[in-house]
């Protein structure tokens, strides 16, 4: 994998990353006005599954492909 830049901003990292999927552990009614929206700005493009809308997520892969699993849809 080439050295990334610590220093790139979020949607470059994002967008070199070419990621199927995005998925982000937020607790339900989180306080902190977490993710922000910078973040879900940078990655609206992506498919995006949350822990406090979805649930439980789970990644399974044979090493060829991958299945998701959520708790609530």
């Known amino acids: 994998m080439p050295?990334?830049?610590?220093?790139?901003h979020l949607p470059e990292w994002v967008t070199w990353l070419r990621l199927?999927?995005?998925v982000l552990s937020v607790a339900t009614g989180d306080h902190e006005g977490r993710p922000s929206p910078e973040t879900l700005g940078a990655i609206k493009v992506h498919t995006l599954l949350r822990t406090d809308r979805n649930g439980w997520i789970d990644l399974i892969t044979d090493?060829?492909?991958f299945w998701v699993e959520v708790e609530w849809r």
């Open 3 to 8: 050295f990334m830049d610590a220093s790139l």
């Open 63 to 65: 090493g060829a492909q």
């Open 20 to 22: 199927p999927l995005m």
